[in-house]
């Protein structure tokens, strides 16, 4: 895979949070864009809710017999603010927020430029580190009429970054842990939000290729690197494997928490960047809008006006298309179809039995009763009820780590269309276990993640809920 595709990938994270649903300029969440990712100027001011200027990313490398060496790419957006200027009769131009030409509106709004510093096969046994100058700018272009007059103009500007990127290397257990630090040093200081956002890095990530080594999983580690990839410490950025499944030349630093070899939906026909969303769903949502929403959402940002003319043109089978297939995973796969992929997400799945029946539809399996279903773990029977105690072991959520140990009523005992059991629970000692309850929102865990609680446990536990 080239990196260009592994770009494709990163561009989730990129423009995660670029745009909000319902994409307009006026929407009350775009007044807080900018989720991920973001390094602020170290002289901030506390008024500014400037984000801290710093992350840092440690990885482990297997040298080869060669002279080992590593490409580092930090990718992030420079935001550039889009200003609509009117000119009046008299020639004077004067900014406004939204200008009609031809009843077409055209608003002033702030976009934002993608940027990429590259640092060279750079030796793993030598320490780099160095400022890299981002420069800033003004851009201005006229906004004519049907009949070629000049209504008025847009400039465009963008501020001057400065950015230091450090790296260097130790040898851990026969691996090289190698660090990549990389910190905002914009020298001037910003008092407003708005300031501090237009001197930051947004949506900051590393790209890392490897030279004569390979990058060693922190996620599944081999045995003989288990120990040192427990002493890689992360800030703001986790390392993972990116590429086809098993490749180990390529690892993505991304400011969120992602497995080895995040892919691309393929069902996804393009960007939504609305964090997490489900294309389904948001599409649907996009077409309920009005065409007065539309026509905002076109004049906010060419992205939106992509996601509109994109959502408004596609067919009943494009929709189908989105609530995805449910594959049997026993079965050889067809190949991926060709098209454009642009967002790291969920894909509903779709599937019908062979009765025609959508599996999601309970008639679909009159068998399965979460209620009432029940399994064995460590020869205790398990239901809705039963006490346990949580081991997280998979890593799937960061919350975990404060789950370890905490005692959990089970709600529901469910079975997924691959056959696996998975347990909703309730922790006891959470004060909103009863809203969880009512909300029907739960944490979901595998059998071999708890341990049933003791005749005598239950008993005191239920006992000290009643006192």
Same mark, same amino acid.
């Given at each position: 895979?080239?990196?260009?595709?592994?770009?494709?990938?990163?561009?989730?994270?990129?423009?995660?949070?670029?745009?909000?649903?319902?994409?307009?300029?006026?929407?009350?969440?775009?007044?807080?864009?900018?989720?991920?990712?973001?390094?602020?100027?170290?002289?901030?001011?506390?008024?500014?809710?400037?984000?801290?200027?710093?992350?840092?990313?440690?990885?482990?490398?297997?040298?080869?017999?060669?002279?080992?060496?590593?490409?580092?790419?930090?990718?992030?957006?420079?935001?550039?603010?889009?200003?609509?200027?009117?000119?009046?009769?008299?020639?004077?131009?004067?900014?406004?927020?939204?200008?009609?030409? &031809?009843?077409? +509106? =055209?608003?002033?709004?702030?976009?934002? %430029?993608?940027?990429?510093? *590259?640092?060279?096969? @750079? $030796? #793993?046994?030598?320490?780099?580190?160095?400022?890299?100058?981002?420069?800033?700018?003004? &851009?201005?272009? +006229? =906004?004519?009429?049907?009949?070629?007059? %000049?209504?008025?103009?847009? *400039?465009?500007?963008? @501020? $001057? #970054?400065?950015?230091?990127?450090?790296?260097?290397?130790?040898?851990?257990?026969?691996?090289?842990?190698?660090? =990549?630090?990389?910190?905002?040093?914009?020298?001037?200081?910003?008092?407003?939000?708005?300031?501090?956002?237009?001197?930051?890095?947004?949506?900051?990530?590393?790209?890392?290729?490897?030279?004569?080594?390979?990058?060693?999983?922190?996620?599944?580690?081999?045995?003989?690197?288990?120990?040192?990839?427990?002493?890689?410490?992360?800030?703001?950025?986790?390392?993972?494997?990116?590429?086809?499944?098993?490749?180990?030349?390529?690892?993505?630093?991304?400011?969120?928490?992602?497995?080895?070899?995040?892919?691309?939906?393929?069902?996804?026909?393009?960007?939504?960047?609305?964090?997490?969303?489900?294309?389904?769903?948001?599409?649907?949502?996009?077409?309920?809008?009005?065409?007065?929403?539309?026509?905002?959402?076109?004049?906010?940002?060419?992205?939106?006006?992509?996601?509109?003319?994109?959502?408004?043109?596609?067919?009943?089978?494009?929709?189908?298309?989105?609530?995805?297939?449910?594959?049997?995973?026993?079965?050889?796969?067809?190949?991926?179809?060709?098209?454009?992929?642009?967002?790291?997400?969920?894909?509903?799945?779709?599937?019908?039995?062979?009765?025609?029946?959508?599996?999601?539809?309970?008639?679909?399996?009159?068998?399965?009763?979460?209620?009432?279903?029940?399994?064995?773990?460590?020869?205790?029977?398990?239901?809705?009820?039963?006490?346990?105690?949580?081991?997280?072991?998979?890593?799937?959520?960061?919350?975990?780590?404060?789950?370890?140990?905490?005692?959990?009523?089970?709600?529901?005992?469910?079975?997924?269309?691959?056959?696996?059991?998975?347990?909703?629970?309730?922790?006891?000692?959470?004060?909103?276990?009863?809203?969880?309850?009512?909300?029907?929102?739960?944490?979901?865990?595998?059998?071999?993640?708890?341990?049933?609680?003791?005749?005598?446990?239950?008993?005191?536990?239920?006992?000290?809920?009643?006192?």
């Amino acid at each position: 895979m080239s990196l260009d595709q592994v770009r494709s990938i990163a561009d989730a994270v990129l423009y995660e949070g670029y745009l909000l649903y319902p994409y307009r300029a006026s929407s009350h969440k775009n007044r807080s864009r900018w989720q991920f990712g973001v390094l602020g100027p170290p002289h901030a001011t506390a008024a500014s809710f400037g984000e801290e200027p710093e992350m840092e990313m440690q990885c482990l490398l297997a040298p080869h017999d060669g002279p080992a060496a590593v490409t580092v790419h930090l990718r992030f957006l420079q935001l550039q603010v889009r200003e609509v200027r009117s000119t009046g009769e008299d020639g004077v131009e004067v900014p406004v927020g939204q200008l009609i030409v &031809d009843g077409v +509106p =055209v608003m002033s709004w702030d976009e934002a %430029v993608e940027r990429e510093v *590259v640092l060279a096969a @750079l $030796p #793993l046994g030598e320490v780099a580190d160095a400022v890299h100058e981002v420069p800033g700018g003004e &851009d201005t272009e +006229p =906004v004519t009429d049907a009949r070629g007059v %000049v209504a008025g103009r847009i *400039v465009r500007r963008r @501020l $001057p #970054l400065a950015v230091r990127v450090r790296t260097r290397a130790v040898v851990d257990d026969g691996y090289v842990r190698l660090s =990549v630090a990389v910190r905002n040093e914009h020298p001037e200081p910003a008092a407003t939000k708005d300031a501090a956002i237009r001197s930051s890095l947004i949506g900051a990530h590393l790209l890392l290729r490897a030279h004569d080594a390979e990058f060693v999983s922190l996620l599944e580690p081999p045995a003989g690197a288990a120990a040192a990839a427990g002493r890689c410490r992360q800030r703001r950025c986790w390392p993972v494997l990116a590429g086809p499944k098993g490749t180990t030349d390529t690892l993505l630093g991304a400011p969120i928490i992602l497995y080895d070899y995040p892919e691309v939906a393929e069902q996804s026909p393009g960007a939504l960047f609305d964090s997490t969303e489900i294309d389904e769903i948001l599409t649907l949502r996009v077409m309920t809008m009005t065409e007065e929403e539309k026509a905002e959402a076109r004049a906010t940002d060419p992205r939106a006006r992509e996601i509109i003319d994109r959502c408004d043109g596609m067919s009943p089978a494009g929709l189908q298309q989105l609530h995805g297939l449910l594959r049997d995973p026993h079965r050889p796969q067809p190949a991926a179809p060709a098209g454009p992929v642009a967002d790291v997400r969920d894909v509903e799945p779709a599937a019908f039995d062979t009765a025609g029946a959508p599996w999601w539809d309970p008639a679909a399996d009159a068998s399965v009763r979460p209620g009432s279903d029940a399994v064995v773990i460590d020869g205790v029977r398990v239901a809705k009820g039963s006490l346990v105690r949580v081991h997280p072991s998979r890593r799937a959520d960061a919350q975990d780590l404060f789950f370890a140990g905490q005692v959990a009523r089970v709600t529901a005992v469910l079975s997924d269309v691959d056959g696996g059991t998975h347990i909703a629970l309730v922790l006891v000692d959470d004060p909103a276990s009863d809203l969880h309850d009512w909300y029907g929102r739960y944490f979901y865990f595998a059998p071999d993640e708890l341990t049933p609680l003791s005749v005598e446990e239950t008993a005191q536990h239920r006992e000290e809920n009643r006192s």
